[in-house]
T-cell receptor, first 114, second 113 residues
């Protein structure tokens, strides 16, 4: 079955540590996105990529980095510069950049700072 | 003014009733509108999208769009306890050649058996 796989499901980060969240899709979608969800704040866009080897900052990119070396993969690194990383991270994809058909979401990664 | 606004709820309806969820948006250039359902601790799931003024029906779900009033709603007929979830409204508009999607904060629906 086609879909988006995020791993790990739960992740614990120590202060000053970089961590990488994995996102893989087999839907043959061109566009991929990373969102962060905090209670009461809805989904906020971190980064998006419309094609391989290209990506753009979203609304809250500071403290995060991404790469898009393969169409199927869009990993997100949460760096030590991100001061409040505890959140639910969602990866999504869409057929193309038009986004007219909506997103398919992965199951999410819950990141906690310890 | 928020780009996409929803009442956070909770909205409580008895089983079998019609649940009405509302969303307003600020950008008149918005082109497409989505409703996602999110169960607690899970990721959002797309349930409806609408582009044109009027109603769009899919099973027990009806999306309604009124671009003049900048208002989109979701009706759930014959509500079931399994419909209890948070419903996210999302609005798509063209921003510098990129189709930007903005999400509301969601309305929590509780269907009482």
């Amino acid at each position: 079955d086609g879909g988006i796989t995020q791993s790990p499901k739960y992740l614990f980060r120590k202060e000053g540590q970089n961590v990488t969240l994995s996102c893989e899709q087999n839907l043959n979608h061109d566009a991929m996105y990373w969102y962060r969800q905090d209670p009461g704040q809805g989904l906020r866009l971190i980064y998006y990529s419309q094609i391989v080897n290209d990506f753009q900052k979203g609304d809250i990119a500071e403290g995060y980095s991404v790469s898009r070396e393969k169409k199927e993969s869009f990993p997100l690194t949460v760096t030590s510069a991100q001061k409040n990383p505890t959140a639910f991270y969602l990866c999504a994809s869409s057929i193309g950049t038009a986004d007219l058909d909506g997103y398919t979401f992965g199951s999410g990664t819950r990141l906690t700072v310890v | 003014q928020k780009e996409v606004e929803q009442n956070s709820g909770p909205l409580s309806v008895p089983e079998g009733a019609i649940a009405s969820l509302n969303c307003t948006y600020s950008d008149r250039g918005s082109q497409s509108f989505f409703w996602y359902r999110q169960y607690s601790g899970k990721s959002p799931e797309l349930i409806m999208f609408i582009y044109s003024n009027g109603d769009k029906e899919d099973g027990r779900f009806t999306a309604q769009l009124n671009k003049a009033s900048q208002y989109v709603s979701l009706l759930i007929r014959d509500s079931q306890p399994s419909d209890s979830a948070t419903y996210l409204c999302a609005v798509n508009r063209n921003s510098g050649g990129y189709q930007k999607v903005t999400f509301g904060t969601g309305t929590k629906l509780q269907v009482i058996p």
